[in-house]
């Protein structure tokens, strides 16, 4: 158990739901390699009757073998755990009749726990899985008052359109949804400290840059390997750790994994992203269902978010990639993957300055609660965008990355810089940031106040300009619990 970092609200949630008096029937669910199997397995560790995985999609390459692939694997794993006679079943209901009868042979009256990994690859085309699974749980599993059905997967919107908001067999069946986000910056320390490993919080936040707080990625960082040898190490020359993890990623849980990198690469090329019908036009995805079922599996999957750009109507919904491990490939591991050394030659390089520039807006986005915290504001409504406006003839442009709008007529405009020391205001940036504040403020009611936020590594120099700055966030303020 003292393997796990963090999760501590998930352990507990298992562990409740394992106590429990009835049967239970929880999904997990949320990115590929976020750690759902570990979390599973270690949390419940020794308390298994039966555990299966579903056959990669990658690794079946033709719809053809797939079903009986998938039930080849799931006879051989009964047959591990105790099954007795019988042959290969032909269809899922046979399958999972034959579990039924073993779970029966097993059942000595305490808590039974299934555990089935990966469920949503288990469904192949054509294979009749789902009515056999939904008669496995409402005909069989929900009238044991000693069984809990855990399944996992990182096709979420599987999970969500066949579990979550299924309208028929399973409509309403799950007791409970676990849905397991990335790290924040906080558990990235605690697992490199739990590791050994020698790193400060200013290469913590530059790994997060690339890597996310995905638990996966961090597995693969070596003690005595500086950021930058780290990050080459995986990422880049002709056999890295990561090799083809981007198109791994999306093949292995889409279904409409083509459709998914279409609208991720179009998204990093623009910092605040698109709306509905710019990516339709860009892609070519019709604007109906399909694309909205396909946005929402990637929010879901937090490669994605929405949210309405400040002076805009409510129905221009944006959508913006924050996956940080997708934007610095599709950025610099695509177009430069042979060079084996591209992070360490270029960390004091324009490039490199130019991304962690940008990169660590997306970290601050993935850190709001912490922002929030610093602020004072944890239990005050708040809503989060950001605005561009155009300039002309008269008007210089603003372009504001983030803006915290609070119910308390408190706007925080927030400048984020990642920089190696504190940083200073000069006459020419106090003039910039004047600018933004006042071309906010002409979209505001008077009653509402602007408060120029910097959120900086090290902090704001005491100088000539600084008193404009309402509240100066550091980075250690993002490793708050």
Same mark, same amino acid.
């Given at each position: 158990m003292s393997a796990i970092i963090g999760r501590k609200r998930e352990i507990a949630e298992l562990n409740r739901l394992y106590n429990s008096d009835r049967p239970e029937f929880v999904a997990v669910y949320g990115r590929r390699r976020v750690g759902k199997t570990f979390l599973i397995k270690q949390a419940l560790k020794g308390r298994f009757t039966f555990q299966? &995985?579903?056959v990669s999609p990658i690794d079946t390459e033709q719809d053809k073998g797939r079903m009986k692939i998938q039930l080849e694997s799931f006879y051989f794993s009964m047959l591990s755990?105790?099954?007795?006679?019988g042959t290969m079943p032909k269809s899922w209901m046979e399958a999972f009749y034959q579990l039924e009868q073993l779970l029966l042979k097993l059942d000595d009256g305490s808590r039974q726990v299934v555990f089935l990994d990966e469920l949503p690859w288990m469904d192949?085309? %054509?294979?009749?899985f789902l009515p056999a699974f939904e008669s496995f749980w409402n005909g069989w599993c929900s009238g044991r008052d000693n069984m809990m059905l855990i399944v996992c997967g990182s096709a979420t919107s599987w999970i969500l359109g066949n579990l979550s908001y299924n309208k028929g067999g399973l409509y309403g069946r799950l007791t409970d949804e676990i849905k397991l986000s990335p790290f924040t910056l906080r558990e990235c320390e605690e697992y490199f400290e739990h590791n050994d490993i020698e790193i400060d919080r200013y290469d913590i936040i530059q790994n997060y840059m690339i890597f996310g707080g995905i638990p996966y990625y961090l597995s693969y960082y070596q003690k005595g390997m500086s950021f930058p040898q780290n990050a080459d190490n995986m990422l880049f020359g002709k056999k890295p750790r990561l090799n083809d993890e981007y198109n791994r990623l999306f093949d292995a849980v889409f279904v409409n994994s083509n459709d998914c990198k279409k609208i991720v690469g179009?998204?990093?090329? %623009?910092? @605040?992203? @698109?709306? %509905?019908?710019?990516i339709s036009k860009a892609t070519g995805i019709g604007i109906g269902g399909g694309l909205t079922n396909t946005l929402s599996a990637l929010i879901e999957s937090d490669f994605v978010m929405k949210y309405v750009p400040h002076g805009h109507s409510k129905r221009?919904?944006? @959508?913006?990639? $924050?996956?940080?491990? #997708?934007?610095?490939?599709?950025?610099?591991?695509?177009?430069?993957g042979s060079?084996? !050394?591209?992070? !360490?030659?270029?960390? &004091? !390089? *324009?490039i490199m300055k130019s991304w962690r520039g940008v990169a660590f807006e997306e970290v601050c986005f993935n850190h709001i609660d912490q922002i929030k915290q610093s602020l004072g504001i944890s239990g005050v409504k708040t809503t989060v965008s950001s605005w561009t406006m155009p300039g002309?003839?008269?008007? *210089?442009?603003?372009? $504001? *990355?983030?803006?915290?709008? %609070? *119910?308390?007529n408190v706007v925080n405009l927030c400048e984020?810089?990642? #920089?190696?020391s504190e940083y200073l205001i000069g006459k020419e940036e106090s003039l910039r940031l004047r600018n933004r504040i006042e071309s906010l403020k002409s979209t505001l009611s008077p009653k509402q106040t602007v408060h120029l936020t910097m959120i900086t590594t090290f902090g704001v120099t005491m100088g000539k300009y600084s008193g404009m700055v309402q509240k100066s966030i550091i980075m250690d303020d993002l490793f708050a619990v």
């Open positions: 299966h &995985t579903g755990h105790g099954l007795e006679g192949t085309p %054509r294979s009749g179009f998204l990093s090329t %623009r910092h @605040y992203g @698109y709306n %509905r019908e710019e221009d919904v944006h @959508y913006k990639l $924050i996956d940080n491990f #997708c934007l610095f490939w599709l950025k610099h591991v695509e177009p430069n060079d084996s !050394s591209f992070v !360490s030659d270029n960390m &004091t !390089s *324009d002309n003839d008269n008007t *210089d442009g603003a372009q $504001i *990355d983030m803006i915290i709008k %609070r *119910d308390d984020m810089k990642f #920089c190696g």
